[in-house]
């Protein structure tokens, strides 16, 4: 009798499990668009993103939430148009390097001032730039990585800044656009690291700002009304249409569906694929970023592993699994399989798809030529080790885990055994120092080219440092013309995903919203969401 | 008593600063350290540059020496600074302390309500299948994952019937749903032991005394029974401050509240060490804190807990 009644609440429990899975709404009803006609002015936007921002500091924005949090507080020198991939004026109004790419003019435009009202001129360019290119030991701030070679900037006068390399680096320009080049005030600058993590002292000159928080909760932004610098790519080019834009913590992945159809918040970031036909289904948007700012998906192969030191055994991994397949059973319409180390639509992406392709037959004849060969269990391995890797990824993905899944059965019938060890975040802290683990997968920004990721000797990711892939590296950044700096990307990708194979290339980097149907709202070709020219329809 | 209570505080002080070098050194031995996590995730940062940040931060010393400049900071009331915001320690703590204080007192409130609820319909429902049907709650309450009711809570009453919300607003709801969801695991073990032990006071002579005088089962129960079955229900209650913590991590991910269990989580992610180290400290404090109250408030219960500990015996009945 009482496990019977025991049973039925089970049972009862399960049901109303199974029920709130399956998410109501009509079914059938297609995808809708984002709200058709002119621009509303007013309101408040609810942002849902997957992490509090606990470090509000410039370069912090090498973080999703941060780079969302700071793309509408401050602005940047220049803008990377995401289709053309050339550099529009933003702060800068004009731009140029001479043909050493080692002395940068900037023009600095007329009449912006930061929020506390202090002019954002020539003067406070150099500071910035002084502070982004060499850091600062006393206030604990490093260089960022884009700037290699920086030596000084210079005031020219009120509006013009010239800038000094040591060393050629023509992708100093594009680290301008980046997410972590943001222009901060005088007064900002002058705090440390400690100071400027912390967004209530963040002063910018962008066209939101800051108003009030809930530490680890929400944070809330208001417009700045005499906004009218805004970069030559925004279809807005004066103050934001929206009153405020309040980010809330949404950290359980399995709720942001329903925090959009339930309309608590307007935009949810970090859709799951398995939500995306549930959200279309009840007339939401799906909205999948085109991002050409970061590389493609990777994992890293450690090159001072024993298993992927030998560079046929990383060729034969690259294709050993159906990209194709991997993203048509595992994610969704929302993603593009990688061609690349860059995504498709990236400044000298190169498209490598045909070399990529599966094909088991050449990678198991590739294992067996590194003397990896099949024992009577159908494993491989060679002087009676085993070949089994590990993969180490972080949770900041919601798809790694269940790739790796897919990736795991088709290596294992190569023979190959994979730890599938994504999400577990004290794993992947443990391996960005631990050669044990043959893999590490992330996608990172890009602005100042594929050198900074992996041309250092001790660089967490391959661990090792090629000397002939740094020397492309280093040509590109001597190189200011635009097709051989071209032609040097598209050697530095060939060399990376095939001839040394240091990177597994999986899908081109992109990230899934979920948003209300009268939210009109576009992203940058660094997937952060374009607060000053987005509205929501009345 | 003054003595039994100098040896109690003395015995919590150790075991805390045992809890606080347990940690330092349980930390140590993790092979990455917090700047290489804190840098290397989102930037391509050289190791010169992560070289340069450990010696800002003293990462870059003995761990002895780490070790001893911390305790003395902490003596000095200086928790330190968490290296992923910038705050103090205590900065970072407090800001957050009185949501998970709030959702964790009332989880307890809800959870010693439960089990009163199921100890008198247990033992006072006239209908035994109901009574057998309430003993089987406990075993269940313990058996449901945390996460899974919260996620169906949410789901049906947040995002289907759209009663609650799924952010903290400050409405009486969001606090309230989230301390029950949290109440059911906690009071599972309560309930248990509390159930077991009605069960032996119900059979001493005094019951039978009381009840031959003609006082009614319930009179009975409520009066006599409910409060010296207490003893051992409530040393259960003081070991649950250890679940409290370990739902709030939980708890507050699903329901996208800011508390000390998502600061836990994260500091562990980015192995933030001052600020784990704050947290290891917060909670060891809290563990012996209430164990140490629950102590002496036995006495108060039980009158022969103070007999036994003046003749210098360890008074506990459980």
């Known amino acids: ?538 | 008593m003054i003595r039994y209570l100098l040896v109690r505080v003395a015995q919590s002080l150790a075991v805390i600063w045992l809890a606080y070098t347990l940690t330092f050194i349980a930390l140590q031995l993790l092979p990455s350290d917090p700047i290489t996590v804190m840098l290397a995730q989102d930037t391509a940062v050289s190791a010169d540059v992560i070289a340069q940040m450990k010696s800002y931060y003293g990462y870059d010393q003995p761990a002895i020496v780490q070790y001893g400049s911390q305790l003395l900071n902490l003596i000095g009331g200086n928790f330190g600074y968490s290296i992923i915001t910038g705050q103090t320690v205590a900065e970072r703590i407090g800001n957050v302390a009185g949501n998970t204080l709030a959702l964790s007192a009332l989880a307890l409130l809800f959870a010693v309500l439960f089990a009163i609820v199921i100890v008198t319909i247990a033992n006072l429902s006239r209908s035994g299948a109901l009574a057998r049907w309430v003993t089987n709650l406990p075993p269940l309450f313990s058996a449901i994952p945390t996460f899974w009711l919260g996620l169906v809570v949410l789901q049906v009453f947040s995002v289907q019937l759209r009663l609650i919300p799924m952010f903290p607003d400050g409405s009486v709801a969001s606090l309230v749903v989230p301390s029950l969801v949290l109440a059911v695991p906690i009071s599972a073990p309560i309930a248990q032991v509390y159930l077991k032990s009605v069960e032996t006071a119900m059979a001493l002579p005094f019951v039978a005394v009381v009840r031959a005088k003609g006082a009614s089962r319930s009179w009975t129960f409520g009066r006599h029974v409910l409060k010296s079955a207490a003893g051992p229900a409530l040393t259960v209650l003081g070991l649950t401050t250890g679940s409290l913590l370990a739902g709030s991590v939980v708890i507050e991910t699903v329901f996208s509240r800011p508390g000390i269990g998502r600061v836990l989580l994260d500091a562990v992610n980015t192995q933030d060490i001052s600020t784990v180290q704050g947290l290891v400290l917060l909670a060891a404090a809290l563990f012996v804190g209430i164990n140490l109250l629950i102590d002496l408030i036995y006495p108060l219960l039980d009158p022969r807990i103070v007999a036994e500990s003046v003749r210098g015996r360890r008074g506990r009945l459980a």
């Open chain 1, 1 to 538: 009798m009482k496990y019977r009644k025991a049973g039925a609440l089970i049972a009862g429990s399960l049901a109303i499990g199974l029920l709130a899975a399956c998410s109501s709404g009509p079914a059938g009803s297609q995808v809708s668009a984002a709200p058709a006609g002119d621009p509303v002015s007013g309101g408040t936007l609810v942002f849902g993103d997957v992490q509090p921002v606990t470090n509000a500091q410039t370069q912090g924005a090498g973080n999703y939430s941060v780079a969302n949090l700071l793309g509408s507080v401050l602005d940047r020198l220049t803008y990377l148009d995401p289709d053309t991939q050339t550099l529009v004026p933003w702060i800068a109004s004009s731009f140029e390097q001479n043909d050493t790419a080692t002395e940068f003019t900037f023009t600095i435009r007329d009449g912006v001032t930061f929020s506390d009202g202090t002019a954002l001129d020539a003067a406070a360019v150099a500071a910035n730039l002084d502070l982004l290119g060499l850091g600062s030991a006393e206030k604990k701030i490093i260089a960022n990585p884009n700037f290699v070679g920086y030596d000084r900037a210079e005031v020219v006068d009120d509006s013009t800044v010239k800038v000094y390399f040591g060393t050629p680096n023509s992708n100093f320009l594009f680290a301008t656009a980046g997410a972590t080049a943001g222009l901060v005030s005088p007064g900002t600058l002058a705090l440390d690291l400690d100071g400027q993590s912390d967004i209530s002292q963040i002063v910018g000159s962008g066209p939101f700002v800051f108003d009030s928080q809930v530490p680890e909760q929400e944070i809330t932004l208001v417009k700045r009304d005499d906004y009218a610098w805004p970069n030559e790519d925004s279809e807005n080019q004066g103050a934001a249409y929206l009153d405020s834009v309040v980010i809330k913590v949404l950290a359980e992945v399995s709720l942001r569906a329903g925090a959009v159809t339930s309309g608590q918040v307007d935009v949810s970031r970090g859709i799951q694929p398995t939500d995306e036909q549930t959200l279309a289904d009840a007339g939401f948007q799906v909205i999948a970023t085109r991002t050409t700012d970061l590389t493609a998906n990777f994992a890293a192969f450690r090159l001072t592993n024993p298993a992927t030191e030998d560079v046929r055994v990383r060729q034969a991994l690259q294709i050993g699994f159906d990209r194709d397949e991997l993203v048509d059973t595992v994610l969704s319409d929302s993603y593009t399989p990688a061609a690349s180390i860059l995504p498709h639509g990236a400044r000298g992406f190169t498209d490598l798809s045909d070399e990529l392709a599966y094909d088991p037959d050449r990678a198991a004849a590739l294992l067996d030529e590194a003397g990896w060969t099949l024992n009577a269990d159908g494993l491989r391995e060679k002087d009676g080790v085993p070949l089994e890797v590990a993969l180490a990824a972080s949770n900041q993905s919601v798809v790694f885990k269940p790739a790796f899944d897919f990736i795991a059965q088709q290596w294992r019938e190569l023979g190959v055994v994979l730890e599938n060890r994504a999400g577990d975040t004290t794993f992947m802290n443990a391996a960005l120092v631990d050669d044990t683990t043959a893999f590490v997968g992330t996608r990172l920004f890009v602005y100042g080219g594929l050198g900074p990721i992996f041309s250092s000797d001790a660089n967490v990711w391959t661990r090792a440092s090629i000397e002939s892939l740094n020397d492309q590296f280093a040509a590109e950044n001597a190189s200011v013309d635009a097709a051989e700096q071209d032609e040097l990307r598209a050697a530095q990708q060939q060399q990376i995903v095939l001839d040394d194979a240091i990177a597994l290339v999986l899908w081109d980097e992109t990230q899934v919203q979920g948003a209300s149907p009268s939210v009109n709202i576009e992203f940058s070709g660094g997937d952060a969401p374009l607060f000053q020219s987005a509205w929501v329809a009345e």
